[in-house]
Nanobody, 124 residues
Framework: QVQLVESGGGLVQAGGSLRLSCAFS????????VAWFRQTAGKDNDFVAA?????????DLTDSVKGRFTISRDNAKNTTYLQMMDLKSEDTATYYC????????????????WGQGTLVTVSS
């Protein structure tokens, strides 16, 4: 049974940095693609970034975070990371990691394993 647990959220000033972690428990982590989504109250779950199970695959990031966020994974630790830099107030949201067997996708419905979320608040 797959479980995902996010950590690393918190309060940060605009321009600051945070690193989110997503710990995967279960088997065959190296065959799962992992994505980060974010959600604010009353809005949809928006795609942020994803990394493929394929070694050397190019990460996928939404345009608004390119150049500021980096997604990476450590298969030895069963963990995926979202490094966030130059944070802006519009990055404030609850961040969720999600996993799926196979290739990356950008739609939340394509992921069948989700964490509980971690809140990121960026103060201006």
């Amino acid at each position: 049974q797959v479980q995902l647990v996010e950590s690393g959220g918190g309060l940060v000033q605009a321009g600051g940095s945070l690193r989110l972690s997503c710990a995967f428990s279960g088997t065959h982590f190296n065959w799962y693609s992992v994505a980060w989504f974010r959600q604010t109250a009353g809005k949809d779950n928006d795609f942020v970034a994803a990394i493929s199970w394929r070694p050397g695959g190019t990460p996928d990031l939404t345009d608004s975070v390119k150049g500021r966020f980096t997604i990476s994974r450590d298969n030895a630790k069963n963990t995926t990371y979202l490094q966030m830099m130059d944070l802006k107030s519009e990055d404030t949201a609850t961040y969720y990691c999600a996993a799926r067997w196979g290739e990356v996708r950008r739609l939340p419905d394509d992921y069948n394993h989700w964490g509980q979320g971690t809140l990121v608040t960026v103060s201006s």
